[in-house]
């Protein structure tokens, strides 16, 4: 459990890393809080030439709310989305899942950004980016471009990033005030990546109709799936449990996930149901909350 | 018997280095030119070995040398094994390996990770073999050999039976029977087995390792190195809580001495976690049981018959020990008399089977129970009614088992009332009653005992065995008490006993109740195997009545002397002196006395002040025998005494579960044990809370899993699932204390029960919660998919 040979770089500038992951390319990983690439290294599952330390870099290490987007630097580490108050104030989803990833000596070390470039497709933060409808933003020497979370997600732990692109940040679009969202995961011990899990932002109109729906589910395919089959079978319905069953329901086709050792398909199907009933009606206690609250 | 220190809360010496990590990790071991071994992994279940090239791996700078199984069957012998002549293993696979995990060479390099390259580096030709993994389908005739020369998967096969179980079972009125699973677990400790072997002084090896019972193994450890047993020193490592994963862990140090030979360096072989997990040799059980139990009406159990078949891995080390275990408490606490137990044993292409917490017998007791519950469900009785309606009386004892085994006293009435008085379950009955009906909340309450057998004795080695090799008798134990010229207390142990139990603590106790002085100014030492006394080292919940039989032999040979050294200065008989707080003194007129301190200055300093023909010096060692045991039949009919010293056990379980996701949560649980005289209830308690949840993770989460083709799934903790403070109750303990008439101070083992009973409490709860929709907890661990499946089943069924 000792890792092989590589080469390690410690940049202290994004262009100086975005330097090293152009001349190294697929031959390089990033280094962020380590959490999920330091086992794969002492195991040998990977074996990168060169692996490329950002944490030095201070400019990684900010969360900035504008307007209508948060975004998240890639150093920045998973516990911040529980303690920063702009997080809980303009993005509330994001505190409540992050309470889920691992314990909390983990979310100290493991970063936000790290966790979407893991793409690992049970974790938590990869499914609330296409819940949110988050972008990623990436960086190489032609330029930044940005990628839409549901695009990011290709594979089981495979994203839409290049091999001469750094992950930089993650932008979130602010929630609407009046949303309510709700987070549910089933894991088989407290901390442990999900068996299936959902997030949920719902919007109601003043008769308490949604009027819009978004649901990502995690553990059930290769990527996080935004459950857009269950969001139609809502807008512009009334938020009983009635609809919500059935329109959860409507997840299980998505459910692709094969038997392992913790959950046959079977179980999962059921599973995603579960969860994303749960979810969304956590959400509309949450939405009612809110408006409760005004 | 009231006592001063005995049976206090105390805090335990071995604390506080362990607590900020200076416990004594044997990877923070550095010997001056050390070189670091890493070994090439089978990626394959059963395969012949054609070749193995390590050209390219030897031309790596670092890379010292490179041994495999073929340099073993050259240099040295098979390793220990107490299983059939005909299964032999070697610290590396020899021709064929039989599982994924097995040690098929090892890297010898100047550090662990250059050591790693190597292991990249080597190429190995297999010529893959079917792998068996069933092991129904093992049996099978046609079926592919692992063990060619034992000509068959079948290790070992025997029926049992003492009375008469189809004359008992024509008398009943209901029998149960079921089919019973339970899955494959292990003891996982904070840092895995580990030896630092180095060519010493006067060519002796000396091997440093973190396993258990050295002083007793040390001559099979020379046998396996070849080397005559005086020039081979084991010196002792912590091992910390391993819960039998370190047991007499043989291969790691034979492996690290056979290299440090081969090399004439240092050399360190410690597991890393993929190692431990996948090729520690201590799997634990991994049965299918076909099980039936007959009952009378009134709930009087008449019979048990048993048909288990056990999945042991490739190898037998410890033959089918396991099943002697079972035997033991084969009735648990119950009053029958008729029980028939088929066993085979079976070997198949996973890691062998070694000692876990129960080691065999907490498998026997879940089957037991279940039976018992299930009984219990049939006839109406609750679950607390059928067990007292079975016990065995407090007047029985010393009460001889079917099988031979006796248990020398206990209390079980007194037990389950005190389990009852500590929660209400008429109140958690109604309140289960008022969740489902106006909340549709799934809530269970399971209750289960068991016995808990401890300090056993050698026979058990091999009693099961027809021709047995070397039938030996003897499991003593050691200690040396040394009170030094100034009076300060020195405790010498002998069997590397530095584990996960508390042997300073409860040595410390001893001595300080037997002098008067105070159990922290105590300081213990541990000796290595060219010092030790006889001593088997713990295990089977032996460690704290056996040592503290053989501390209270060295203290009153020492108190003696004190007497008589006081008497001689004093001038007075021996017999007018007593003992008392640390202080020699006259009876009835104790100003007149003199200190430990005083008479230890005499017995090192003046010699011309002591009695005639004493010698100088205040040192006395005492090796205690085991306390009570008999030799079995050699017709099998009758196993003898080897497990006498009897607790006794019962958890209650209150838990709800989730039908929709299948997730259990604890509500309460209450565990009541009955270990005799505690020394420490603090840290029996400990061993109670400890053990009860390594029982939930079996029922619950933990699973060494393999597939069918061989592959092993369960390779790191994201899958190998142990619980956490987060997945356990918060255990609220009671102690009964029946005092064994057969130990000094009454004292009874108390390591393994916790993990005894809660399994069978657990499933009980499951099946209680969801009883409408027929849930029968029959395979363990019990999996959220299973309980999902059983409730849509059930679900389905009502329409």
């Known amino acids: 459990m000792k890792p092989p040979p590589f080469t390690y770089c410690d940049p202290e500038s994004v262009d100086e890393a975005v330097g090293l992951k152009s001349e190294y390319g697929a031959d390089s990983l990033v280094l962020a809080g380590g959490q999920s690439l330091l086992p794969l290294l002492n195991m040998r599952l990977v074996r990168p030439e060169a692996l490329i330390d950002i944490n030095k870099i201070g400019d990684l290490q900010k969360i900035e709310g504008r307007s209508d987007i948060l975004e998240v630097g890639a150093g920045v580490r998973q516990y911040e989305l529980e303690d920063h108050a702009l997080v809980g104030e303009l993005v509330p989803l994001l505190p409540e899942a992050a309470g889920y990833i691992g314990h909390i000596e983990t979310r100290h070390r493991g970063t936000v950004c790290g966790s979407l470039a893991h793409a690992d497709p049970a974790a938590e933060l990869p499914c609330t980016a296409v819940t949110l409808d988050a972008t990623v933003v990436a960086r190489s020497p032609s330029g930044t471009r940005t990628i839409e979370a549901q695009h990011f997600f290709q594979g089981r732990m495979a994203t839409a990033l290049e091999p001469e692109e750094v992950l930089v940040a993650v932008r979130y679009p602010v929630t609407p005030q009046a949303a309510g969202h709700g987070f549910v995961e089933v894991a088989r011990r407290v901390g442990d990546l999900a068996l299936a899990g959902a997030a949920a932002v719902v919007n109601l109109d003043e008769n308490g109709h949604f009027t819009s729906v978004s649901v990502g589910v995690s553990g059930i395919s290769d990527t996080p799936v935004r459950a857009r089959a269950v969001e139609n079978a809502l807008i512009g319905e009334a938020p009983t449990e009635e609809n919500i069953t059935r329109a959860a329901d409507e997840i299980v086709p998505s459910v692709t996930a094969g038997d392992d050792i913790h959950a046959t398909r079977a179980y999962r199907r059921h599973l995603a149901t579960v969860v994303v009933r749960r979810a969304i009606t956590a959400a509309v206690a949450s939405a009612h909350e809110r408006s409760d609250g005004k | 018997m009231t006592y001063t ?22 990877a923070d071991l550095r010997l ?56 032999t293993q070697y610290p590396m696979a020899v021709d064929k390996v039989r599982y994924v995990g097995e040690a098929v060479a090892a890297v010898v390099a100047e550090s662990r990770y250059l050591a790693e390259d190597g292991v990249d580096l080597l190429e190995v030709d297999y010529e893959e073999l079917p792998p068996v993994t069933d092991p129904m389908a093992a049996m099978e005739p046609d079926c592919v050999l692992l063990h060619e020369e034992h000509g068959s998967n079948i290790g070992y096969e025997r029926t049992f039976e003492f009375g008469d179980v189809n004359a008992a079972f024509a008398g009943a009125d209901l029998i149960v029977e079921d089919t019973l699973r339970w899955g494959r677990s292990a003891g996982m400790p904070m840092e895995t087995t580990g030896a630092v072997a180095q060519p010493g002084f006067n060519g002796v090896l000396e091997i440093y390792c973190n396993s258990l019972n050295f002083s007793y193994f040390v001559f099979l450890i020379a046998a ?59 799997h634990g059980c991994d049965r299918t049981y076909e099980a039936r139990m007959g009952f009378r009406a009134d709930g009087t159990i008449v019979g048990l018959d048993i048909d288990v078949v056990d999945d042991y891995g490739a190898y037998m080390q410890f033959g089918v020990g396991h099943h002697g275990n079972a035997f033991s408490q084969v009735v648990g606490p119950y009053r029958f008399r008729d029980v028939k137990y088929r066993l085979r044993a079976v070997v198949t292409n996973k890691c062998q089977q070694g000692a876990y917490r129960g080691f065999g017998s907490e498998v026997h007791n879940w089957v037991l129970e279940r039976l018992v519950d299930q009984g219990a469900t049939r006839l109406g009785l609750a679950p607390e009614e059928i067990r007292r309606r079975n016990f065995i009386q407090p007047d029985q004892f010393p009460y001889k088992i079917p099988g031979g085994n006796l248990y020398d006293s206990g209390d079980y009435p007194a037990v389950l009332d005190k389990a009852l008085s500590m929660i209400d379950l008429d109140s958690w009955r109604a309140e289960k009653k008022r969740l489902r009906e106006e909340e549709g909340r799934h809530i269970g309450i399971g209750l289960a005992t068991t016995q808990e057998r401890s300090v056993f004795s050698a026979t058990e080695f091999w009693f099961l065995v027809e021709k047995p090799a070397f039938p030996l008798t003897s499991s003593p134990e050691s200690a040396t008490v040394t009170i030094d010229p100034t009076g300060q207390f020195q405790l010498l142990l002998h069997c590397q006993s530095m584990w996960g139990n508390s042997p300073e603590t409860v040595g410390a106790t001893v001595l300080a109740e037997e002098f008067g ?48 050294i006081a008497a001689h200065r004093l001038e007075l008989a021996p017999e007018d002196l007593e003992l008392v707080d640390a202080r020699v003194q006259v009876r009835g007129a104790p100003e007149t006395g003199l200190t430990i301190a005083e008479l230890a200055g005499t017995a090192y300093f003046f010699a011309l002040s002591l009695p005639e023909g004493m010698t100088s010096g205040l040192e006395e060692s005492y090796t205690y025998d085991h306390p009570y045991t008999t030799p079995p039949a050699p017709d099998g009919s009758d196993l003898g005494v080897f497990y006498p ?63 069918e083709d061989g592959q092993f799934q369960s390779l790191t903790f994201r899958d190998y699932l142990i619980p956490t403070a987060s997945e356990a109750p918060v255990f609220r303990i009671g102690h009964v204390q029946t005092p064994s008439p057969f130990t000094e101070y009454g004292i009874k083992g108390g390591g393994e029960g916790g993990r005894m009973v809660a399994p069978a409490a657990v499933s009980a709860a499951i099946d209680d919660a969801l009883r409408e929709y027929g849930m029968r907890v029959r395979r363990l661990p019990v999996k959220p998919a299973t309980i999902v499946a059983t409730v849509q089943a059930g679900r389905a069924a009502e329409g």
């Open chain 2, 517 to 564: 002085i105070p159990p922290e100014s105590v300081n213990v030492r541990y000796a290595d195997s060219a010092h030790a006394l006889p001593g088997t080292g713990p295990g089977g919940s032996r460690y704290t009545a056996m040592v503290a039989g053989a501390i209270r032999g060295a203290s009153r040979k020492l108190q003696k002397k004190l007497l008589h």
């Open chain 2, 645 to 707: 010293i009897m607790g006794h056990a019962c958890h209650i379980a209150v838990l709800e579960v989730d039908p929709d996701t299948g997730m259990p949560s604890f509500l309460d649980y209450v565990a009541v044990h009955d270990a005799g005289t505690i020394v420490n209830p603090r840290s029996l308690g400990g061993h109670v809370t400890g053990g009860a949840t390594q029982g939930i993770g079996t029922t619950l989460y933990e699973e060494l899993a393999y597939d």
């Open chain 2, 5 to 26: 220190y005995i049976g206090k809360d105390r805090r335990r010496i071995e604390d506080p280095r362990l607590l900020v990590g200076r416990g004594g990790y044997i």
């Open chain 2, 224 to 282: 396996t190195l070849r080397i005559p047993s005086n020039k081979l020193t084991l010196k002792p490592v912590p091992a910390g809580g391993s819960f039998g994963s370190k047991l007499a862990a043989h291969k790691v140090p034979a492996l690290a001495g056979f290299l440090a030979l081969q090399v004439g360096r240092p050399v360190s072989y410690i597991e890393d976690r993929i190692d431990h997990l996948m090729n520690s040799d201590h």
């Open chain 2, 32 to 87: 001056p030119g050390m070189l670091h071994a890493a070994i090439l992994r089978s990626p394959v279940p059963h395969a012949w070995i054609r070749s193995i090239d390590a050209t390219e791996a030897l031309k790596l700078p670092g890379v010292v040398a490179v041994f495999t199984g073929e340099d073993c069957k050259e240099k040295i012998n098979p390793c220990m094994s107490f299983g059939p002549a005909t299964i």
